[in-house]
Structures are given as structure tokens and as C-alpha cells.
């Protein structure tokens, strides 16, 4: 059973940083790219950044570009998003997504990122 479980999300302060996580298990991590999507309360869920399968290429939504920072550990299974310089538009559900070559998708359950004084 294929499981995605994103975690270190939080309340942090404007300018703050914060470190997500996505730990995966029943799945060959390294044969698919993953992929982190936000979704803010009344709004459509949105790729924020992707990773290919060697962790050697990436890309961002225009909107967090020089702020966050994604990576990922095929040793460890798990995929890592750094945010850095927090805006309160930031704030959302963060979840992880893991595609494969096939084309079969899987998806965490989310963790909450909110960006407020």
C-alpha cells in the first residue's frame, strides 16, 4: 500500500521559514517524480514545485521562485520543501504527490501552513 505523509507544517510569523516533509513508503520512490501543490481555503489546488526522479532537476510556480527550495533523499524516501521568507499568501494545505512513469499518481493527505502575525 502506496502512502505519502507530509508533515512540518505550522504557524509562523511573516518572513519565517519552515521545513515540509514527505515521507513515502510502498512505492519504488525513486523511479517517480514528486511533486508539492498547495491549496489556500476557496482557491484551486496548485503546483507550487516539482522534482524530477534524480533530484537533478527542478522547477517552481513563479510565485515562490528564490524563496523556496525543493529536494529530495531516494535514500530515505522522502522529499523535502524548504520556505523560506513566508507571506501570508502562503498560506495553505500542502500536499505531496508522487508520479509515475505510467502515469499513476498518488497523493498525501496534506499538512497546514499558516503564514499570520
Known amino acids: 500500500q502506496v502512502q505519502l505523509v507530509e508533515s512540518g507544517g505550522g504557524l509562523v510569523q511573516p518572513g519565517g521559514s519552515l521545513r515540509l516533509s514527505c515521507a513515502a513508503s510502498?512505492?519504488?520512490?525513486?523511479?517517480?517524480?514528486m511533486n508539492w501543490h498547495r491549496q489556500a481555503p476557496g482557491k484551486k489546488r496548485e503546483l507550487v514545485a516539482a522534482i524530477g526522479r534524480a533530484g537533478d532537476s527542478s522547477i517552481y510556480a513563479d510565485s515562490v521562485k528564490g524563496r523556496f527550495t525543493v529536494s529530495r533523499d531516494n535514500a530515505e524516501n522522502t522529499m523535502y520543501l524548504q520556505m523560506d521568507n513566508l507571506r501570508p499568501e502562503d498560506t495553505a494545505v500542502y500536499f505531496c504527490?508522487?508520479?509515475?512513469?505510467?502515469?499513476?499518481?498518488?497523493w498525501g493527505r496534506g499538512t497546514q501552513v499558516t503564514v499570520s502575525s
Open positions: 510502498g512505492l519504488a520512490f525513486s523511479t517517480y517524480a
Open positions: 504527490q508522487a508520479v509515475g512513469g505510467g502515469r499513476e499518481s498518488y
